[in-house]
């Protein structure tokens, strides 16, 4: 985890925009393959809850049509969830921190992101979290704005990386197994 949120910082320094990222968990249950098995016909789910860009309305399709892969996996459209259901998909909660990411949002409240822009990102199975973090960057005007496209960069490339650091971890320490 030291590692991820190491080159996360060095590469957001380089781009220009300081992103700060936070919090990273992962569980055991996360599996890169899982994510290809996921976006397998080149489209991933994603949540949006709250405004990166203030209080304009359904922020689900312009955030969504900002987000990359990782280069790890190749082309992935991104898509409003409502489109694809909610088993598994990625989350963004702007403004807010929620306990249950994957859960009922409904009474989630709207904030502003007119001091900074905070981001929960969670990638879900169900109700499940595979894959968590936060992340802190400058305001965004827009989906077009280079700073938000660089923190979404940074978000994804953390929260969907290519190994589970954990089971890496685990493995390690357990002689192999």
Known sequence: MRRSLLFAFLVAACAGSAVRIGALDQSPAYDPSLVRYVTRLGTMAV???????????????????????????????????????????????????????????????????????HVQASFCAGRQVLSSLVADGAPAGAPSDPAFRNMMDQILINLLPPVNAERLRESDGSGGM
């Open 47 to 117: 949540e949006v809850h709250g405004s990166p860009f203030g209080d304009t309305g359904d922020d689900a399709a312009p955030v969504a049509a900002a987000l990359s892969a990782p280069g790890w996996l190749g082309p992935v459209r991104f898509a409003p969830a409502a489109m694809h259901g909610r088993n598994y998909r990625l989350v963004l909660v702007f403004g807010a921190g929620v306990a249950d990411a994957c859960g009922d949002m409904a009474n989630l409240p709207r904030s502003s992101a007119a001091t900074g822009l």
